[in-house]
């Protein structure tokens, strides 16, 4: 047992940085990147008998680059569920043309006071609600823990909020 431990571990530190800059490469998030990693050792882990030694890295490679296209494939059909949802809502609700082109220049309005928000707060409340990210992925995009990352979202709606009112 204890070769197969420093052969794993030889192994596993031998091709951990390639690894990690594949799977950060295709998911340009370090979370995601870590998780893709870790379900191909898990991975790994349960079929090394099967692996032929010279092909592990490539294997491994493989793996991610699967496990990447799952979670893209999942996050689509998500994604094209709730559109179809919205235009499934949008037709049952008919609305006058004003309506829609007050709600268009609201938007503008919104946008244009976002943009005018300084540095954090613009970009943290970009990026939650127009780049979907969650808590989490602000988090490790900005280095910041997520009690800062809440802070900035609720220091940020208020000052759009004040901006808003204020006209």
């Not at 490790?140 to 940020?156: D, P, V």
Request: proline share 1%.
């Amino acid at each position: 047992m204890d070769g197969f431990d420093g052969d794993f571990t030889k192994e596993f530190k031998s091709c951990q940085q390639e690894l990690f800059r594949y799977a950060f490469h295709l998911t340009k998030n370090r979370e995601q990147a870590d998780d893709l990693i870790g379900n191909a050792w898990y991975k790994y882990l349960l079929n090394i008998e099967k692996i032929n030694s010279s092909q592990r890295k490539f294997w491994l490679l493989r793996v991610i680059y699967n496990e990447f296209i799952d979670s893209q494939r999942k996050k689509k059909r998500w994604r094209l569920t709730s559109l179809s949802n919205n235009k499934t809502n949008s037709l049952l609700q008919t609305e006058s043309i004003e309506e829609a082109l007050e709600k268009k220049v609201e938007k503008e309005n919104l946008l244009a006071i976002i943009a005018s928000l300084e540095f954090p707060y613009r970009e943290v409340i970009f990026h939650f609600y127009f780049s979907e990210m969650s808590v989490t992925e602000l988090q490790a995009f900005f280095g910041m823990n997520s009690s800062q990352i809440k802070t900035i979202l609720y220091r940020g709606r208020k000052k759009i909020k004040e901006r808003i009112l204020n006209g």
